[in-house]
């Protein structure tokens, strides 16, 4: 659709299969910026970037569609850091993509949330699932899983590509658990699918690409709520902090499209507020592949040392021209 300067593509559809995500998105065709429907007040969007790196043009054009999507509606635009991990993030990115936006011309509003400072939003969440008996602990390690699922033969794979957790931990027995757990093995918690979406009954979600979508967190098995090293994941994060932050609108890649399946169900069990989401296409870059974080070349801040500008950036996502995103 877009190239820039042989730089890279917007594509459209086709970019889903370089992907990890399956053609079944419901998802094609170019992104428009979405209008709230009248009478709506303005939406809130909002960027959250894992610094786990600088950022480049796939980051820079989710960043851009989240504050045209709300500047365009009068609506506002929030900063996330979702900076759980304690390994991989680290300060310096921090201070490299707050710079990088601003230097995008990008203003948002109220200070930056850091999840990092609240751990303990996260873990009141994690006891309120615990509450309801819909999560357990799993102390399974990669190492067990992958030779459960190899033993099992024809296991099923979740929509990223992984075999979905074979459910090893789901039935042991209460005393187990405490004996285990009294023993210092470290754990995760899961997420029992079947038992929550048996509480919740059948939800919904809204795409402004896909319409009307029913939640289906069973294709992802019994997903990691909280990690064994702190009490929180990203799906568990992500979810409470859009609620806690008025997000009203969720815009963010393609590839996160499914893991809204189960963001709808946390919702639901938790009783935050379930946003509109719009999933974007992802930026490819000049031979068709999803850019990553170790591809040096597309990151703003190697593009600005060469010379580029702001103004360029836009200009090769496409965003900012009139008529290139803006809606129907
Ligand atoms: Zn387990």
Redesign the pocket.
Same mark, same amino acid.
């Given at each position: 659709m877009i190239a820039a300067g042989g730089l890279l593509n917007l594509k459209g559809p086709s970019a889903l299969s370089h992907g990890r995500i399956p053609p079944q998105t419901l998802l094609s065709g170019a992104d428009r910026i979405p209008l709230p429907a009248e009478g709506e007040p303005p939406p809130t969007t909002r960027f959250a970037p894992s610094p786990t790196g600088f950022l480049h043009l796939g980051h820079a054009y989710s960043a851009l569609f989240a504050y045209e999507a709300a500047r365009q509606n009068g609506g506002r635009f929030l900063v996330r850091l979702e900076n759980i991990d304690p390994l991989r993030c680290r300060p310096e990115f921090e201070r490299a993509i707050l710079e990088d936006l601003a230097w995008l011309g990008l203003d948002w509003d109220g200070p930056v949330r850091r999840q990092s400072e609240h751990m303990e939003v996260y873990r009141a969440a994690l006891e309120a699932l615990m509450g309801l008996g819909v999560v357990y602990p %799993?102390? %399974?390690t990669r190492r067990q899983i992958r030779m459960e699922v190899e033993e099992a033969g024809r296991a099923p794979h979740g929509p990223s590509g992984e075999p979905v957790y074979p459910g090893? %931990?789901r039935s042991l027995s209460a005393e187990e658990r405490e004996r285990r757990i009294r023993r210092g093995e470290p754990f995760a918690w899961r997420l029992d699918v079947e038992k929550a979406l048996s509480r919740t009954g059948p939800l919904w979600w809204y795409d402004y690409r896909a319409g009307w979508v029913e939640a289906t967190p069973q294709i992802f098995g019994d997903v990691v709520i909280a990690r064994k090293d702190i009490p929180t994941s990203y799906h568990l994060s992500v979810t409470v902090d859009d609620h806690l932050q008025g997000v009203t609108l969720v815009t963010r890649g393609e590839d996160l499209f499914h893991a809204t399946h189960i963001h709808r169900l946390l919702q639901a069990l938790l009783g935050l507020d379930t946003p509109r989401y719009y999933h974007h296409n992802l930026v490819a870059d000049s031979r068709g592949q999803r850019m990553a974080k170790r591809n040096r070349a597309v990151t703003l801040r190697h593009l600005r040392d060469c010379g580029r500008r702001p103004d360029d950036i836009w200009r090769m996502l496409g965003l900012g021209e009139a008529g290139t995103a803006v809606p129907a």
């Open positions: %799993c102390f %399974c090893i %931990c």
